[in-house]
């Protein structure tokens, strides 16, 4: 599959923050805890976190019935402030890269970039593309069927990260 040919998702939020602060968020453990998870009632873990280029992180997320939910992590690129590229994965306590049990064919490779943009002093925008890279065609398939649902996915993250930076 042509990666040219695919078209991301895109989340566009702006935050009531710094662009330094709205980075160190999504790229240190201390800011990482308090809002990588989809909803509140859920905690986040980081059990290893190597956030720079060609580094990686496992982290765990417990929802609020006690369901655990494991992410690994690969960075492909970190510049601060400016721009962050990674692949997440679902994974055990390991750090072994599992498939998507509720989502058989999802995409094995998904790709995140990141641009902070610092708009006024003290407000940041995130603009965020979702994409698979190098997808089978049955990937593409459960990739594009289940795009109205990734503003909820990262869209939620970005509203607990919202919260998180209020308090700030």
């Known amino acids: 599959m042509n990666a040219k040919t695919i078209e991301p998702s895109v989340i566009i939020r702006e935050f009531d923050a710094p662009r330094q602060l709205v980075f160190d968020a999504w ?3 201390k800011h990482l805890n308090n809002w990588m998870f989809p909803m509140q009632g859920c905690q986040c873990e980081f059990v290893s976190a190597d956030i720079r280029d060609n580094g990686t992180s496992l982290h765990k997320i417990t929802m609020p019935n ?3 939910m494991w ?3 690969k960075y492909e690129e970190v510049a601060p402030p400016e721009k962050l590229v990674f692949l997440q994965y679902m994974s ?9 049990a509720h989502m058989p064919n999802w995409p094995k490779d998904m ?3 990141l641009h902070f943009e610092e708009l006024a002093k ?3 925008k995130i603009t965020f593309y979702w994409e698979p890279r190098n997808p089978t065609a049955e990937e593409l398939a459960v990739f594009e069927a289940s795009r109205e649902d990734h503003q909820g996915g990262w869209g939620s993250g970005m509203e607990q990260l ?5 308090t700030r």
């Open 27 to 29: 790229t240190q453990v």
């Open 66 to 68: 006690g369901h655990e």
């Open 71 to 73: 992410l690994f992590t």
């Open 92 to 100: 055990n306590e390991d750090g072994d890269i599992l498939p998507m």
């Open 111 to 113: 790709l995140a970039t």
């Open 122 to 124: 003290g407000k940041t």
């Open 162 to 166: 919202a919260t998180y930076l209020a």
